[in-house]
């Protein structure tokens, strides 16, 4: 029972990270210009955002669903303008494939702590992990503290697994791709992360 409850979360944390939206983007746009382990980074912040959101619902905390509707405005308004501001960010840098900056490695943390906070911002999310946990029968499984740990991991996993596969087809490509290229993607991702941002705000 608790190997099929972990599997299941395995398989509703992979599929919830992996639509493309801003925080794929994000994603990809920094694996491009400063390494997989940058790219990893904003994965693993919003793979511990899912987490947050879906132990939660797996152990069916009412509380804080209720919060997060009562506040769903206000969250999709300061996600929203967050997510447009990242937007702006990206298509006025100028990133190249090789950037070495050693700047790079110390922003890491706050790179994860941006992504963690943004994913916690979309109330979509909890109400999303609600509906594929009552789909596949998650909720009924879990019953105390161990199996309310068992779907976080399996949550985390299957997240995880989505971030670690994706950084590292960018990062096969990633030689490959000239510097003006580069700059393209940045622009037309700068564009769309801003646009999903609007699109947040006015609840689309």
Known sequence: MNSVLLIKCIISGFLLAAPIGPVNLICIRYTLSEGRISGLA?????????????????????????????????????????IMYLGFLTFRATPTPNDKNKKCNRNLYNQFAGI???????????????AVFSSFG???????????????????????????ALT?????????????????????????IALLGIASIIGL
Request: aromatic share 14%; proline share 2%.
């Open 138 to 164: 998650i909720a009924v499984l879990v019953t105390d503290l161990f199996t309310t740990f068992l779907a976080a991991l399996g949550v985390f996993i299957g997240s995880a697994l989505w971030w670690i």
């Open 116 to 130: 963690f906070l943004l994913t916690l911002t979309n109330p979509v999310t909890m109400f999303t992990f609600i």
């Open 42 to 82: 904003i994965g693993m912040g919003a793979a511990l955002a899912d987490v947050v959101y879906g132990s939660s619902a797996a152990a069916g905390l009412s509380v804080l669903t209720a919060f997060i509707h009562q506040y769903d405005v206000a969250f999709r308004w300061g996600g929203g303008l967050f």
């Open 168 to 192: 590292s087809i960018v990062c096969h490509f990633r030689s490959r791709v000239t510097p003006s290229i580069i700059v393209l993607i940045n622009k037309s991702a700068g564009i769309i």
